[in-house]
């Protein structure tokens, strides 16, 4: 089997990569692809070996597996997503100790006010009355913040920090280079060790990361500092970027497909049919991070040999035929029952109920409020986020 270059396909790659995938998908579920800056990895685009592979302990988490410790590692710390078991087991248990369903759900009176205060600020852009419509960038104005502010007010982290935030978060998630890479933890490192200084000095309080400061196990495990600064990090980060793009992609998706705008519309009972379907047909992460194979595993019928990487497709399985018939058509009554946009097995993800909560709103929010929203035809192409681990545009140019 040869090594496929991804960068033979283009730009178009990075804008629309699912019929990419399909065409991967119908030689076979595995393959071992390379990306245009010399990266090699095995690619997993089938859903039920997708499935498998993220379930599958031989596929660990941690870089020493294969002998390399990241910068994230040296700046920041070991977190849940670079962590196997029994650690892993250990840290997701002390912190869902903490971020409880419950918490979460008590978040919910405080999103709803939020996307009413973001609404009304969209509202009142500036525009002429004679002007046919208004105009917004709804990431700026709507996805970006609602999620960083209730993330920031969850950890106990000052909301005016936010900016600074993007743009440590914006380099991890689509570094422009390693040295802006390196940068950005390091910023995050600094900050957040202040941070929790600053916790430890203030004293008890209700917030999520004076909560894990506190955190106990029941034979009196607890973080320590380094595992704080980590778990606080991930979920700083994987707490607003993921949100920010299931709300755009969302709304992005829905407003190109007016008829299925039209059915949530006329019944509104099917916003969260809208929202798992965007989390099949176009979801926010479009690959798992990194995995590395601790010995020969088969995956698919292709036998990875022992120290490789290992991507497995989320949004490439959740296009998978065998699983869901006619994939690339977008339908808010499908049954999305078994995506992977979440992930799978040990790692799912942690923060999905808060996820859903806030996209829940924030999407009813903008139907009630802007029922006239279309996509900006006066914009130009859209920006979308480059590599293959977000799926989304840094900016979604709306009219109303």
Same mark, same amino acid.
């Given at each position: 089997?040869?090594?496929?270059?991804?960068?033979?396909?283009?730009?178009?790659?990075?804008?629309?990569?699912?019929?990419?995938?399909?065409?991967?998908?119908?030689?076979?579920?595995?393959?071992?692809?390379?990306?245009?800056?010399?990266?090699?990895?095995?690619?997993?685009?089938?859903? !039920?070996?997708?499935?498998?592979?993220?379930?599958?302990?031989?596929?660990?988490?941690?870089?020493? &597996?294969?002998?390399?410790?990241?910068?994230?590692?040296?700046?920041?710390?070991?977190?849940?997503?670079?962590?196997?078991?029994?650690?892993?087991?250990?840290?997701?248990?002390?912190?869902?100790?903490?971020?409880?369903?419950?918490?979460?759900?008590?978040?919910?009176?405080?999103?709803?006010?939020?996307?009413?205060?973001?609404?009304?600020?969209?509202?009142?852009? #500036?525009?002429?009355?004679?002007?046919?419509?208004?105009?917004?960038?709804?990431?700026?104005?709507?996805?970006?913040?609602? *999620?960083?502010?209730?993330?920031? !007010?969850?950890?106990? &982290?000052? @909301?005016?920090?936010?900016?600074?935030?993007?743009?440590?978060?914006?380099?991890?998630?689509?570094?422009?280079? #390693?040295?802006?890479?390196?940068?950005?933890? #390091?910023?995050?490192?600094?900050?957040?060790?202040?941070?929790?200084?600053?916790?430890?000095?203030?004293?008890?309080?209700?917030?999520?990361?004076?909560?894990?400061?506190?955190?106990?196990?029941?034979?009196?495990?607890?973080?320590?500092?380094?595992?704080?600064?980590?778990?606080?990090?991930?979920?700083?980060?994987?707490?607003?970027?993921?949100?920010?793009?299931?709300?755009?992609?969302?709304?992005?998706?829905?407003?190109?497909?007016?008829?299925?705008?039209?059915?949530?519309?006329?019944?509104?009972?099917?916003?969260?049919?809208?929202?798992?379907?965007?989390?099949?047909?176009?979801?926010?992460?479009?690959?798992?991070?990194?995995?590395?194979?601790?010995? *020969?595993?088969?995956?698919?019928?292709?036998?990875?040999?022992?120290?490789?990487? &290992?991507? @497995?497709?989320?949004?490439?399985?959740?296009?998978?035929?065998?699983?869901?018939?006619?994939?690339?058509?977008?339908?808010?009554?499908?049954?999305?029952?078994?995506?992977?946009?979440?992930?799978?097995?040990?790692?799912?993800?942690?923060?999905?109920?808060?996820?859903?909560?806030?996209?829940?709103?924030?999407?009813?929010?903008?139907?009630?409020?802007?029922?006239?929203? #279309?996509?900006?035809?006066?914009?130009?192409?859209?920006?979308?986020?480059?590599?293959?681990?977000?799926?989304?545009?840094?900016?979604?140019?709306?009219?109303?």
């Amino acid at each position: 089997m040869s090594v496929i270059e991804l960068g033979e396909y283009g730009a178009d790659f990075t804008v629309n990569p699912y019929p990419h995938y399909a065409r991967l998908r119908a030689r076979g579920p595995v393959h071992e692809v390379r990306m245009p800056d010399g990266f090699q990895f095995w690619l997993v685009v089938g859903h !039920e070996e997708g499935r498998a592979a993220l379930a599958d302990p031989r596929l660990a988490k941690s870089p020493s &597996v294969v002998g390399v410790r990241p910068p994230e590692e040296e700046l920041i710390g070991v977190h849940l997503l670079s962590a196997d078991a029994p650690d892993h087991t250990r840290l997701r248990r002390l912190v869902t100790g903490v971020f409880t369903g419950r918490r979460v759900e008590s978040l919910r009176p405080r999103v709803e006010r939020l996307t009413h205060e973001l609404a009304d600020a969209m509202e009142g852009v #500036e525009g002429a009355a004679t002007e046919p419509a208004r105009r917004a960038d709804l990431v700026d104005a709507f996805a970006f913040p609602l *999620p960083i502010t209730v993330i920031c !007010e969850l950890l106990g &982290v000052p @909301v005016e920090d936010r900016d600074s935030f993007r743009a440590w978060s914006s380099q991890l998630v689509a570094p422009t280079d #390693e040295r802006g890479l390196v940068g950005a933890l #390091e910023g995050f490192a600094a900050y957040l060790d202040a941070l929790i200084e600053d916790k430890r000095a203030a004293g008890p309080s209700d917030d999520l990361l004076s909560g894990l400061l506190a955190a106990r196990a029941e034979d009196g495990d607890r973080l320590s500092g380094p595992e704080l600064r980590a778990m606080a990090y991930l979920l700083l980060v994987a707490g607003h970027e993921t949100t920010v793009n299931l709300i755009s992609n969302t709304v992005r998706n829905l407003l190109a497909h007016p008829d299925q705008l039209a059915a949530l519309r006329a019944d509104p009972a099917l916003l969260d049919g809208a929202i798992e379907e965007t989390l099949r047909y176009d979801g926010p992460v479009e690959t798992a991070t990194i995995r590395f194979t601790t010995e *020969p595993v088969v995956i698919g019928g292709t036998v990875i040999p022992a120290r490789q990487n &290992v991507l @497995v497709g989320l949004g490439a399985g959740d296009r998978d035929p065998d699983r869901f018939p006619d994939p690339d058509r977008f339908d808010v009554r499908r049954d999305t029952r078994g995506h992977l946009a979440f992930g799978h097995g040990l790692h799912y993800c942690l923060g999905a109920p808060l996820a859903r909560l806030e996209a829940r709103i924030g999407l009813r929010t903008l139907l009630d409020r802007f029922p006239g929203l #279309e996509l900006d035809p006066d914009s130009g192409s859209l920006d979308w986020l480059p590599g293959m681990l977000m799926r989304g545009t840094r900016h979604l140019p709306v009219r109303w």
